[in-house]
T-cell receptor, first 120, second 113 residues
Framework: DAMVIQNPRYQVTQFGKPVTLSCSQT?????MYWYQQKSSQAPKLLFH???????NEADTPDNFQSRRPNTSFCFLDIRSPGLGDAAMYLC???????????????????FGPGTRLLVL | GNSVTQMEGPVTLSEEAFLTINCTYT??????LFWYVQYPGEGLQLLLK?????DKGSNKGFEATYRKETTSFHLEKGSVQVSDSAVYFC????????????FGTGTRLTIIP
């Protein structure tokens, strides 16, 4: 029944060692998002894919990259994790059938359970 | 810019008490409004939403009404249960191609038996 799956649920990495978090979805949604959520804070959008189009938030550090090889999968790559990158990383998906510029109510975003990243 | 201001927590209530979590927003354009809930160790789940003024979203006994005149979307429940203990996030998004959700800081709710 899981619709948005994130693996692993917990990830430990070393300072400066590249790490990849994965997200997959069974909803066939065309939009996928990555959020960073630090302790006791609101989720913060890092970037999203609209189909294959990558949309980076202006304040997302260059250290964070993403790949979307197909509709179902999306990866978050942290090239050189710092201690400040320890957080929960949430993947979300939504279906936008109206076309990106067509407007209208925001489609619901469905979230995965998150991956908690620890940087040693 | 767009922003969401949420009632600060934590909030502790007894079972069967009435719940209100305040949420106000600032937005350019006509936002859709959401309440998400995050149970311990889990991701966010959509609780309810409203897409235009005067709409009421409801789910699992929770309700919120989109009030354009007061730019508010307060969450209410008449009788809370221990299982409602979680963190609640108010959020907005603007249509017209902007898929970004802007979240409030979250309100931690604890219900004691």
């Amino acid at each position: 029944d899981a619709m948005v799956i994130q693996n692993p649920r917990y990830q430990v990495t070393q300072f400066g060692k590249p790490v990849t978090l994965s997200c997959s979805q069974t909803l066939n949604h065309n939009v996928m998002y990555w959020y960073q959520q630090k302790s006791s804070q609101a989720p913060k959008l890092l970037f999203h894919y609209y189909d294959k189009d990558f949309n980076n938030e202006a304040d997302t550090p260059d250290n964070f990259q993403s790949r979307r090889p197909n509709t179902s999968f999306c990866f978050l790559d942290i090239r050189s994790p710092g201690l400040g990158d320890a957080a929960m990383y949430l993947c979300a998906t939504s279906r936008d059938s109206s076309g990106k510029l067509a407007g209208g109510p925001q489609e619901t975003q469905y979230f995965g359970p998150g991956t908690r990243l620890l940087v040693l | 810019g767009n922003s969401v201001t949420q009632m600060e927590g934590p909030v502790t209530l007894s079972e069967e008490a009435f719940l209100t979590i305040n949420c106000t927003y600032t937005a350019t354009g006509y936002p859709s409004l959401f309440w998400y809930v995050q149970y311990p160790g889990e991701g966010l789940q959509l609780l309810l939403k409203a897409t235009k003024a005067d709409d009421k979203g409801s789910n699992k006994g929770f309700e919120a009404t989109y009030r354009k005149e007061t730019t508010s979307f307060h969450l209410e429940k008449g009788s809370v249960q221990v299982s409602d203990s979680a963190v609640y996030f108010c959020a907005l998004s603007i249509g017209f191609g902007n898929e970004k959700l802007t979240f409030g800081t979250g309100t931690r709710l604890t219900i004691i038996p």
